[in-house]
């Protein structure tokens, strides 16, 4: 269930962004899957200095819980949910 919810919220987010931001993106999302948060958070943190996403704010905050780092993760959380309050990062349509 855990990395069914991943895949979606990688989905959403990759559909939501212009083609060279999603290039950035993939990089980041796919050194995650490699094992490599360290180098996936910093990318993602340096996008969203730039592009502010609730949907990488979103990323962010689950990468930083993954990682037992619960401050870092309820920060990216709560900017996530303060740039768009009820995020979710599966629509209410794609979840019935």
């Keep these: 269930m855990k990395v069914l919810s ?3 919220i ?16 993939k990089e980041a999302y796919s050194l995650y899957y490699k094992g490599d948060k360290e180098a ?4 993602m943190e340096d ?21 037992k780092d619960m401050d870092k993760a309820k920060e990216y959380f709560s900017e996530s949910f303060r740039l768009k309050s009820f995020y979710s990062p599966v629509s209410p349509e794609k979840s019935r």
Excluded: C, R, T
């Design 6 to 8: 991943l895949v979606l």
């Design 10 to 25: 990688v989905l959403f987010v990759s559909v939501s962004f212009g083609w060279a931001n999603q290039a950035v993106l």
């Design 40 to 43: 996936a958070i910093k990318i």
């Design 47 to 67: 996008y969203v200095q730039k592009n502010p996403d609730p949907g990488v704010f979103y990323f962010l905050g689950y990468a930083y819980y993954e990682m």
